[in-house]
């Protein structure tokens, strides 16, 4: 069975620079723009933001 077009795959990638990157799925009909969430960075040592990697 395959897996949903819907809900795809997405990587979350750090916009400090670090390569500190997360996996997760989004929903492509709530939001089909770029996703972008504030997460923590272990290597900065505090939260920023990580922007969708297409």
Not at 40 to 46: E, L, N
């Amino acid at each position: 069975m395959a897996r949903s077009e819907a809900r795809p795959v997405v990587t979350l990638r750090s916009t400090a620079g670090t390569g500190q990157d997360y996996v997760t799925r989004k929903s492509r009909r709530n939001n089909p723009d770029r996703l972008v969430l504030r997460k923590f960075d272990p290597v900065v040592g505090q939260h920023v933001l990580f922007r969708e990697e297409r």
